[in-house]
């Protein structure tokens, strides 16, 4: 099984962001209680760029997700946002590369695998290529094993946080066309 992710965008009243933010808190924790919570991350809203928090669950598995997306535990934590809430919650379910592929702080459509797998083994093969010319000479004492490990943990952490979110900026318009905010 692969991990699953849910991001779910939501608008918060004016005057009670606070109150948003402490609850953001509480159901982080409360999910992290639950079988496979692999993290919670936010996104805030960026004044003229996107109004809505984006609060983005991952879960090791299908199974674990929907444990924790049907259990009673979520829904009294859904209820008592009522009141902080601007608009009604968007939710996005997305497995595997989508997760890498999707824009911050906009809920879309997943682009075609095919494009995804091409953009991925791009970046892969030039990060692999220029981590084994930097790293080698600093590596060359260690086992072979873990030199590819290293290598390994480093380019994953690159394609994560810095390089898939760059290439899914810049090549927006060729993985999202038909999607108008992600041509902006």
Same mark, same amino acid.
């Given at each position: 099984?692969?991990?699953?992710?849910? !991001?779910?965008?939501?608008? @918060?009243? %004016?005057?009670?962001?606070?109150?948003?933010?402490?609850?953001?808190?509480?159901?982080?924790?409360?999910?992290?209680?639950? %079988?496979? *919570?692999?993290?919670?991350?936010?996104?805030?809203?960026?004044?003229? @760029?996107?109004?809505?928090?984006?609060?983005? &669950?991952? &879960?090791? +598995?299908?199974? *674990?997700? /929907?444990?924790?997306?049907?259990?009673?535990?979520?829904?009294?934590?859904?209820?008592?946002?009522?009141?902080?809430?601007?608009?009604?919650? *968007?939710?996005?379910?997305?497995?595997?590369?989508?997760?890498? &592929?999707?824009?911050?702080?906009?809920? #879309? /459509?997943?682009?075609?695998?095919? /494009?995804?797998?091409?953009?991925?083994?791009?970046?892969?093969?030039?990060?692999?290529? !220029?981590? +084994?010319?930097? =790293?080698?000479? =600093?590596?060359? #004492?260690?086992? +072979?094993?873990?030199?590819?490990?290293?290598?390994?943990?480093?380019?994953?952490? =690159? =394609?994560?946080?810095?390089?898939?979110?760059? !290439?899914?900026?810049? &090549?927006?318009?060729?993985?999202?066309?038909?999607?108008?905010?992600?041509?902006?």
């Amino acid at each position: 099984m692969e991990p699953v992710t849910v !991001i779910v965008a939501q608008q @918060v009243k %004016p005057g009670r962001e606070t109150d948003y933010e402490e609850w953001i808190s509480a159901i982080s924790r409360a999910s992290n209680a639950y %079988p496979g *919570h692999m993290g919670t991350q936010v996104i805030r809203p960026q004044p003229g @760029v996107r109004l809505e928090y984006v609060i983005v &669950f991952r &879960f090791d +598995n299908y199974d *674990h997700l /929907k444990a924790w997306m049907t259990s009673r535990d979520r829904q009294d934590w859904i209820d008592r946002a009522q009141p902080f809430a601007a608009s009604d919650a *968007h939710l996005r379910q997305i497995n595997g590369l989508e997760a890498w &592929f999707s824009l911050p702080g906009q809920v #879309t /459509k997943a682009p075609p695998r095919y /494009k995804m797998v091409l953009l991925t083994w791009a970046a892969v093969y030039v990060l692999i290529t !220029i981590l +084994n010319r930097v =790293l080698a000479p =600093l590596l060359q #004492t260690f086992p +072979n094993w873990i030199a590819t490990l290293i290598i390994c943990g480093i380019t994953v952490g =690159l =394609l994560t946080y810095t390089v898939l979110p760059q !290439i899914t900026r810049l &090549f927006k318009r060729w993985l999202y066309p038909d999607d108008k905010t992600a041509a902006k």
